[in-house]
């Protein structure tokens, strides 16, 4: 883990935080400032399927209630990775919500909000579980952020929830698996994760490893970065360090292998 934090220390003007949980050890095993405060961007919207699953799990909501009025980001790659649904006006709210964290889309996150009681109500909802997490409507908002801490707490939860409970949280795992934010280098089936950007921000949060067995959980978030439309060093130093993280999992895995061989 030494490398990850050596290569996120050439971040030299930025503020950047990392934590890494192990599912086999049930504990955190790296963590740099996990107090850190970034702008979510799109990663927010992890937040708020946490809060529509949580609605659903209190039976407010069911995960086949429809919304109506869907309209589709064309900026994003639901075309893509969802062509079947383009013509759509309704979807059921579990592939909403699957679309919103796949495809990083705020038109449908607007539309699932509204269904669910609006801003405000959906806000103080993750409030009352993570109290320094705030969502707005326009995901570039500054005021859209968290700590990193929390962010990774909501994603333990979630993976926590879908080996207890799976039908509840599928519509989320299904959409941070679908995502297609590839590095080269990593499995893209080892790799699901929601990503977050703003022209000085990297967030990224996710699942490295085989799903199924003992995967790494991470949050990652860097801000105050040189402007990344103009200067690509800060994206390619984090992808360095995503890969040196997948090596750590790999490494993981021998050292349990061995131990269950000399077993």
Known sequence: MEKVLDKL??????????????????????????G???????????????????????????????????????????????????????????????VMIACHDSFVANRIVQFCGGWEMVNNKIKSYFKNINITQNPRDLDNNGELSEMLEILRLIIQGY????????????????QRGDIEGIPSHFLNHMTGGLDKV????????????????????????????KEKLADEIIIEAMKLLYVEYCNQEVELENESLSN
């Open 9 to 34: 220390e050439e971040l030299k003007s930025a503020e950047v935080g990392i934590i890494v949980y192990s599912q086999v050890k049930q504990e955190i095993v790296l963590s740099l400032n996990k």
């Open 202 to 229: 990297i967030v990224d949060i996710g699942i490295i490893g085989e799903f199924s067995k003992n995967p790494l959980l991470y949050v990652l978030g860097a801000k105050n970065l040189p402007n990344r439309n």
């Open 163 to 178: 080996k207890t409970n799976p039908d509840l949280w599928i519509p989320i795992i299904n959409g941070l698996i679908r």
């Open 36 to 98: 850190l405060s970034v702008p979510l961007a799109s990663a927010a919207k992890v937040a708020i399927a946490f809060c529509i699953a949580k609605l659903v799990e209190e039976r407010h909501y069911k995960w086949t209630d429809i919304v109506e009025d869907i309209i589709l980001n064309p900026e994003e790659d639901s075309n893509k990775v969802y062509p079947h649904f383009q013509s759509r006006e309704n979807l059921a709210l579990q592939d909403a919500v699957e």
